[in-house]
């Protein structure tokens, strides 16, 4: 019973919604704006000149839940470096009052966030389901072409935004993903894998599918099919950087798969197919974060950090944010709060003013820890 309790909590990647790609998008005309003056859902957008018109995007959150800090964070640092190319809306069905202190904690600008006073818009797009907060894009024309989970947001928005998100692929896996719920459900790994790999073989690398179908193996001792499972996707899109992330997660949950990251397979992978220095901060920020005690993280994210130039790696704040956590794991303090200046000053001419704030937090803790070091008292004589 366990392992069916566990293994359904990865459902949280497949639920159903009763709005899918393709379908209509409803109006948010009844909602109580607390934030911003929200958008129309339904009208048709033009471009204007050069300026493409805006994508589109409406979450809906629950207030209390334990992941919405993490995911509003998510959602105000998409805000704030799309916020040329997309309108974003979050919706929830919660209190005056809780609507109130969640709202007081939204700092980004041009993020609308609205309370479903009637409690009837959050049913037309979500159902029944409870697997918030769950995100939905709209296109220019009022047609849902993608929703999901607020984690794979980011990445769908960059496929969009690039006109490489397929509205025909998308309507294929709205079923083959209610099939693999079906599956998990009815504790049949067999029948879940077969429909992980049709998913797969249409939308290879697809979030939604390796995530519901490693947590669920991982909950039945089967880490080493979850790793299997995602370094096959590596073979097949090696320059997805998700899909790295995603394995050296699964070898942190389990010990017994290190020896996967000693023997750097995975790392040299890595290495040679991305190139993108972000990318390159995003996954040595996942080894110092996941391996905090592991001097071999601390190496190969060394290693990856020094492969470039300062020149090159100039404009990239996530890659300054690893580098000041990989000087801060070194001892090298005043270099940290340099890095994490740096990232500040980056986001200061960007208009990031949430991230400028979180990176100067940053260098004042290093500076303080700087500090602390100078006037610490002797060790005692042993």
């Not at 904690?105 to 609308?112: A, D, F, H, P, Y």
């Not at 980011?154 to 025909?168: F, H, M, P, Q, V």
């Not at 000041?324 to 890095?339: I, S, T």
Request: charged content about 30%; overall charge neutral; some cysteine.
């Amino acid at each position: 019973m366990r392992r069916l309790a566990i293994a359904a909590a990865a459902l949280a990647a497949v639920e159903l919604l009763a709005l899918n790609p393709g379908d209509r998008a409803l109006e948010l005309s009844r909602t109580q704006w607390m934030k911003g003056g929200g958008f129309s859902t339904t009208v048709r957008l033009k471009s204007r000149g050069d300026t493409p018109a805006p994508l589109r995007v409406v979450v809906f959150v629950l207030t209390r839940a334990a992941n919405t800090e993490d995911s509003t964070r998510l959602l105000e640092s998409l805000q704030e470096s799309l916020r040329n190319r997309i309108k974003m809306a979050i919706i929830s069905p919660d209190s005056q009052e809780d609507m109130a202190d969640y709202v007081r904690k939204i700092s980004v600008r041009g993020l609308s966030v609205g309370r479903d006073r009637d409690r009837l818009i959050t049913p037309g797009y979500m159902e029944s389901s409870m697997m918030y907060p769950k995100a939905f894009i709209i296109g220019t024309d009022g047609i849902v072409i993608w929703a999901g989970e607020v984690a794979d947001l980011g990445e769908a928005l960059d496929k969009a935004l690039s006109d490489k998100l397929n509205l025909g692929v998308q309507k294929k896996l709205t079923p083959l993903l209610d099939e693999l719920q079906t599956a998990i459900r009815s504790n049949s790994l067999r029948e879940m894998t077969r429909v992980t790999d049709e998913i797969l073989e249409i939308d290879p690398g697809n979030a939604a599918a390796i995530r519901a179908t490693c947590f669920t193996l991982e909950s039945f001792n089967r880490a080493d099919d979850a790793w299997k499972l995602v370094f096959r996707e590596i073979d097949r899109q090696p320059k997805l950087t998700r899909l790295y992330l995603t394995a050296v997660d699964i070898v942190s949950r389990h010990p017994e798969l290190a020896n996967r990251l000693d023997d750097e397979v995975l790392l040299s992978k890595f290495e040679r197919n991305i190139s993108d220095p972000a990318a390159c901060g995003a996954m040595a920020m996942n080894l110092l974060e996941k391996f905090p005690f592991s001097a071999k993280a601390i190496e190969y994210s060394a290693k990856l950090l020094s492969s470039y130039s300062s020149s090159s790696a100039e404009k990239h704040a996530g890659y300054w944010t690893a580098m000041a956590l990989l000087h801060y794991r070194l001892g090298m303090l005043d270099k940290a709060a340099e890095d994490e200046d740096h990232v500040a000053e980056l986001s200061k001419k960007s208009g990031f003013t949430q991230t400028e704030t979180e990176a100067r937090k940053r260098a004042e803790f290093y500076r303080s820890l700087v500090n602390l070091r100078k006037n610490l008292p002797d060790s005692p004589a042993k």
